[in-house]
């Protein structure tokens, strides 16, 4: 393997290689070839393979033209092309896998189809509802969204129909109907999508894919055009993303990956890292350049931040990045308890209005949760202390009216005056005015956020102009034209609300990790899988490493006021907070309800994990698991959830069923002593769970 050491001031572009720090510099430089960046969270990855680009154009490597730079969010990469163009790289392609794509296939289209291009399917809802009616499977909102994310997953896991029954099998998936009937769904959405002369996303990636590799003539004019390739987040490249990278290369080794094995956060969509902690064995050449010293956090936030996924199981040795603080000191992450969700979101909120009064801006403030309907309690609590924020995820930026309207005004401006004078920002300024922005901001409400959205437009002049020498308002509304199709907005002011999902690969100087109790985070239905479980505490290191200053964590001990306070905070919390905080020795993991195990049935140590007390065993000791029992239990589920129309996890988590399946309870009170069978559930489902255990029936 190459040596990873910085290149010599003598070399071509080497100024541009001045403020990198030694493994930045050594990636940036690194031969033509293969490269492999594990870059941790803040550690200026963007940054380094910018700069690389750079490098190899202006070095004369490589022409920016024949540069393909792919990543997986639009504004990921919208700020690639920004930063590129500050560093006087035109030219170069910076897109989503699924926008280069759909390029490519536009272009490539009459050749290899003939006919007219298909339109894109705006939504898929509407037609697996279609395929759903027309084989008999239920077509509720909730079943629908289920049955869309299995054909997505499936897709982009090069599983067809014919395989998935099968696939899923071994894969051991959590699905939403039986996987016959999920295939049978499939099958027909493809045939109505094709009958309808329509393309979804997945096929954008898996005609382009087709293209490149059955018709030469096609494959031969794209890699005459595209010789260098980087990979961002290549820890999230599906089995499908992955065939059209190896379609795109044709056999070269030009590729760059940067990614981080730690942040993997998409394998419910198919996405893995094992492109990435294989990288080497593909190519054993590659420059391997390991990323860990973090630029945005305080040593107090990396140290959390490394306690938490320095807990994980089971992880790959080319995945055990330990980040180090760059920063100075800042204040201690802080915990807090509070007895209910509403009472966590008020204070949550109170919290947040003296950090502004003390001079933090509201876009530097962020509250993320698990689950999107977590957020209406902060919406309210926000609403009712004045705090502007904004939903991420919830209406998009340039389908506002107000941008709208403020585009027309725009486009209309620079094709009347392309030589208007006056610096950008000014000028932007001047045309905008007439359809909202005053000179003072109004004093709140839904006019201030109108106002803060064309304000916002008014920064991107100025941020453009720090960044292109003299730039024209044509220039300016084409950046706005390429920013609106790409959804990559500027900076509005207000506090954003997002799941933790959403946060990925955006920071803030603030962040508030909120419901961080057991059955939230990790979320219910991975108890039981050790690689979701592994998945959920990934999710939160995500969390943890998006602030940058100030990190605050809560949860709650009930749902709703007055309720019982039997929740308790997250299993990944424990060991974390400090031995003084008043929550640091209570709300251990214990069994509360009368009649539940407290000691392992093989050895007799004392249960305290959620799985041990579920399972009645140490997860170390030997299970005695009846696997045929656990088939008929499944089977069970599936139906009964199908009546229930709910998802198979409401009736019974798979880690209770396991545990009915080792200990074969015989009546109602050996059922019930299983952890996650309480009264409740015994009346509902007690005497079916009985007669599939005792064989007399699959009810």
Known sequence: MPAVGSAPSSKPGSGLLDGLDPEQRAAACAPRGPVCVLAGAGTGKTRTITHRIAYLVRSGHVAAGQVLAVTFTARAAGEMRTRLRALGVEGAQARTFHAAAMRQLRYFWPRVVGDQQWDLLDGKLRMVGQAANRVGVNTEAEVLRDLAGEIEWAKASLVGPDDYAAVTLRAQRDIPEPAARVAEVYRAYEEIKNGARLLDFDDLLLHTTAALEEHSAVAEEFRDRYRCFVVDEYQDVTPLQQRLLDAWLGGRDDLTVVGDANQTIYSFGGASPRQLLEFTRRFPEATVVRLERDYRSTPQVVELANTVIGAAKDRPAGSRLRLVGQRPDGPPPRFAEYEDETAEAEATAHRIRELLDSGIPASEVAVLYRVNAQSEAYEQALTELDIPYLVRGGERFFDRREVRQAMAALRTAAARDADRRGDLATVVRSVLHPVGL??????????????????????????????????????????????????????????????????????????????????????????????????????????????????????????????????????????????????????????????????????????????????????????????????????????????????????????????????????????????????????????????????????
């Open 438 to 699: 005053s000179e003072q901001p109004p004093s709140g409400g839904a006019a201030k956020e109108r106002w803060d959205a064309l304000l916002a437009l008014v920064e991107l002049a100025e941020e453009l102009e720090n960044t292109v020498e003299a730039p024209e308002l044509a220039r300016y509304v084409a950046e706005l034209e390429q920013r609106a199709a790409a959804q990559h907005p500027p900076t509005v002011e207000g506090i954003t609300l997002a799941s933790l999902h959403a946060a990925k690969g955006l920071e803030w100087a603030a962040v508030f990790l909120v419901g961080l109790a057991e059955g939230t985070v990790p979320i219910q239905h991975a108890d039981g899988d050790s690689g979701a479980i592994e998945e959920e505490r990934r999710l939160l290191y995500v969390g943890i490493t998006r602030a940058r200053e100030r990190l605050e964590l809560s949860w709650a001990l009930a749902r709703g006021a007055g309720g019982r306070r039997q929740r308790r905070r997250s299993r990944f919390l424990y060991g974390l907070l400090p031995e003084h905080h008043p929550a640091a020795r209570a709300g251990r993991p214990q069994p509360k309800a009368a009649g539940k195990r407290t000691s392992c049935r093989v050895c007799g140590c004392t249960l305290t994990a959620t799985m041990e007390v579920k399972l009645g065993r140490c997860t170390g000791c030997p299970s005695d698991v009846d696997e045929d029992l656990l088939a008929r239990l499944k089977a069970w589920r599936v139906e009964r959830a199908r009546e229930l129309k709910v998802p198979p996890f409401v009736v019974f988590t798979d880690a209770t069923l396991v545990a009915i399946a080792e200990q074969r309870p015989v009546d109602d009170g050996a059922l019930v002593s299983i952890s996650g069978i309480g009264a409740n559930k015994l009346e509902r489902f007690g005497a079916e769970v009985l007669a599939v255990v005792h064989g007399s029936g699959s009810r």
